[in-house]
């Protein structure tokens, strides 16, 4: 059974940082692609950066680039998402998910964790 979990999330003022994991089991890791995507209310879902765990090529969202980073470990089957200069738009649920697609759309990804609360306060 494929599982994602999402943990990490928090209050946190303007300006600091968070890091979010995504715990995964149940598939094979070098064939799929991970990406982490928030949702903030009366919004649609909307890509934040994705990783390929066969060769760890990553991509940002415009709103991400220069204050996240992703990462993978491997050996733990674990997927980070360091945010550091977190901004009040920020704030939104972020949700992990697994597909052999991949990519920056909700199209390709097939399997979704529970999403975890950020919230940065201003």
């Known amino acids: 059974e494929v599982q994602l979990v999402e943990s990490g999330g928090a209050l946190v003022q303007a300006g600091g940082s968070l890091r979010l994991s995504c715990a995964a089991s149940g598939f094979t890791w070098d064939d799929y692609a991970i990406g982490w995507f928030r949702q903030a209310p009366g919004k649609e879902r909307e890509a934040v950066s994705c990783?390929?765990?066969?060769?760890?090529?990553?991509h940002y969202a415009d709103s991400a680039k220069g204050r996240f980073t992703i990462s993978k470990d491997n050996a733990k089957k674990t997927v980070y998402l360091q945010m550091n200069t977190l901004e009040f738009e920020d704030t939104a649920v972020y949700f992990c998910?697994?597909?052999?697609?991949?990519?920056?759309?909700?199209?390709?990804?097939?399997?979704w964790g529970q999403g975890t609360q950020v919230t940065v306060s201003s």
């Open positions: 998910a697994a597909g052999q697609w991949g990519g920056s759309t909700v199209a390709g990804y097939d399997k």
């Open positions: 990783i390929r765990m066969s060769d760890g090529r990553s």
